[in-house]
């Protein structure tokens, strides 16, 4: 089993910067794929950014170029750089893990989820 458990959620005011914090336990998370998904109010789960065990990462099109998605394995932790904020981008974000990396925008296939993180973005 492995435990997630996210922080840095809070509010950001829109073309400014927040860090998310991912931090595992009961597992070393290095042969794992770890992404962040979000949830906005009335909108479906989707994937921000994924990072693979090799280090390569996968963006989501509305994120490119301003989130960037990284992880310590030596930590046991994932980090996600929000930059240039947009108001669009709040929403609750979730940390998850999973073996392998396929299809990974499919959420449903991912083994394990943390509690989530709000973020709110002021315009």
């Known amino acids: 089993q492995v435990q997630l458990v996210e922080s840095g959620g809070g509010l950001g005011q829109a073309g400014g910067s927040l860090r998310l914090s991912c931090a595992a336990s009961?597992?070393?998370?290095?042969?794992?794929?770890m992404g962040w998904f979000r949830q906005a109010p009335g909108k479906q789960r989707e994937l921000v950014a994924a990072i693979i065990s090799g280090g390569d990462t996968i963006y989501a099109d509305s994120v490119k170029g301003r989130f960037t998605i990284s992880r310590d394995n030596a930590k046991n932790t994932v980090f996600l750089q929000m930059n240039n904020l947009k108001f669009e981008d709040r929403a609750v974000y979730y940390c998850?893990?999973?073996?392998?990396?396929?299809?990974?925008?499919?959420?449903?296939?991912?083994?394990?989820w943390g509690q989530g993180t709000q973020v709110t973005v002021s315009s």
């Open positions: 998850a893990a999973k073996m392998g990396y396929d299809r990974i925008w499919r959420g449903d296939l991912w083994d394990y």
């Open positions: 009961g597992r070393t998370i290095s042969g794992y794929t």
